[in-house]
């Protein structure tokens, strides 16, 4: 029981210090996470204004629900007008190029920044080549013989 109960203390505090990073990193001056920052975008709310600690946290937890069915509410990004995912719409955040809003908006980029392409393109490496160690783990393991 003894081993439960700190089990359930332990990942409460961490799921809180986790939306504590959040909540503090979208209320501060960059509005955005070290990741977030590194390929140029930002989080606000739908206005344009900065979120609060208290937004970033929630919006922390709003992910959730958008996760838990095959991701839906993450993919829906894709197909609403301002590129919001379910999160974002319940608490009224954007996710922005970091220039938008700013005194400098025509800095803004449409393309990947070179951090984003490079961080995709080690995680298509990596993904193909998990495929494949799949496959062999498969085919030429233990069990097959």
């Known amino acids: 029981k003894d081993a439960i109960t700190l089990q359930v203390v332990v990942q409460l505090v961490s799921v809180t210090l986790a939306a504590c990073y959040y909540g503090w990193f979208y209320a ?10 590194a390929i140029g975008i930002k989080v606000v709310r739908g206005d344009g204004q900065g979120s609060s600690f208290w937004r970033g946290f929630a919006r922390y937890f709003a992910m959730i629900p ?3 069915i095959l991701g839906i509410g993450l993919l829906m990004a894709g197909f609403t007008e301002r590129k919001q995912a379910l999160h974002d719409i319940i608490c009224d955040t954007v996710v922005v190029d970091r220039w938008a809003f700013t005194e400098h908006p025509g800095l803004q980029r449409e393309e990947l920044s070179t951090v984003a392409f490079v961080i995709l393109a080690l995680g298509g490496i990596l993904l193909f080549g998990l495929v494949v160690l799949m496959f062999a783990a498969v085919r030429y393991g233990p069990a097959a013989h």
Do not use: E
Not at 28 to 37: E, F, I, L, N, Y
């Open 28 to 37: 501060s001056v960059q509005r955005a996470t070290p990741g977030k920052m």
């Open 66 to 68: 958008g996760s838990l």
